[in-house]
C-alpha cells in the first residue's frame, strides 16, 4: 500500500515519527497520515489503474513554529517534483498540493503545540506491486 511509502518517505524527509490517523496520546510531536480519498481517474475514454488519492499530513511540534513551515516546504519540494517518477518503491505519475490549515493549542509551561495540516492530491496505481 502506498501508505507505507509515504510514511517511510515522510520519515526519511523529517526525521520525525509517523504515525496513521492520529498521534498517540503519549506523543507530543510527530507527523500523522490519512489517505483521506481514493477516487479513480476518469479519462472519459478508457479505464485506467490510476487513482487520484488525497492524502492529508498533519505536522505536530512544540515551540518551533519556524521548523514547521520548513519542514512542510522540505515534503512539498520533494514531492511536487515528482512527475512519471515514485515516492520510495511506489509509481507516481504527479503530487500536486491540496488545502492547508494550520492552529496552534497552548499546553502547560507556556509552551506551544503548533499543527499544519497540508493535503497532497497523489496520482498513481492503485495496485503497484
Do not use: C
Not at 490517523?21 to 481517474?41: C, F, M, N, W, Y
Not at 498533519?58 to 519542514?71: C, G, I, K, N
Not at 518503491?89 to 507556556?110: E, F, I, K, S, Y
Amino acid at each position: 500500500m502506498i501508505e507505507f511509502e509515504l510514511t517511510r518517505d515522510l520519515q526519511r524527509l523529517t526525521r520525525l515519527t509517523v504515525w496513521p490517523l492520529l498521534l498517540p496520546e503519549h506523543a507530543q510531536e510527530g507527523i500523522t497520515l490519512l489517505r483521506v480519498s481514493d477516487a479513480k481517474v476518469d479519462t472519459g475514454l478508457a479505464q485506467t489503474a490510476l487513482v487520484e488519492g488525497r492524502f492529508q499530513v498533519t505536522f505536530v511540534l512544540v515551540d518551533d513554529y519556524e521548523r514547521l513551515l520548513r519542514l512542510d516546504n522540505i515534503v512539498r519540494q520533494a514531492w511536487e517534483s515528482v512527475q512519471q517518477g515514485a515516492i520510495g518503491d511506489w509509481p507516481v505519475q504527479a503530487v500536486r498540493r491540496g488545502t492547508v490549515h494550520q492552529d496552534m493549542t497552548p499546553l502547560a509551561n507556556n509552551h506551544k503545540q503548533y499543527r499544519l495540516i497540508r493535503d497532497f492530491i497523489i496520482v498513481y496505481p492503485e495496485d503497484a506491486t
